[in-house]
């Protein structure tokens, strides 16, 4: 049986945050694994991937991907996708047709 557990951080040299792990798989069995917790807005994360069958574990090449913060409908507008250096930290941003604040999702 084998596990995998994803590993993040914010570079290549600090992959040191154990994410998910799968449920144990046979092999040739596919997995899948999200991690949605623990991650900040508008950051880019590195991961790996340790796979052990208990005895050995290989390790994968790292990889990344950015986070982003989500937009909200306004009546009038539609979704958009700022950056979060438009919220100034505060998570919300205002709408560009009636000028009030939304939260961000």
Known sequence: ML???????????????????????????????EQNEGLGNDTMYYFKVIVTDGTDE???????????????????GGYSYPTCTGCSGTGRVTCTTCRRY???I
């Open 58 to 76: 290989v390790t994968s090449k790292e990889c990344n991907e950015s986070t982003y913060c989500k937009g909200e409908y306004c009546s009038g």
């Open 102 to 104: 939304r939260k961000k």
């Open 3 to 33: 596990t995998y557990t994803l590993w993040y951080g914010t570079s290549a040299d600090n992959i040191t945050t154990q994410g998910k792990s799968s449920v144990p798989t046979k092999p040739g069995e596919s997995v899948s694994i």
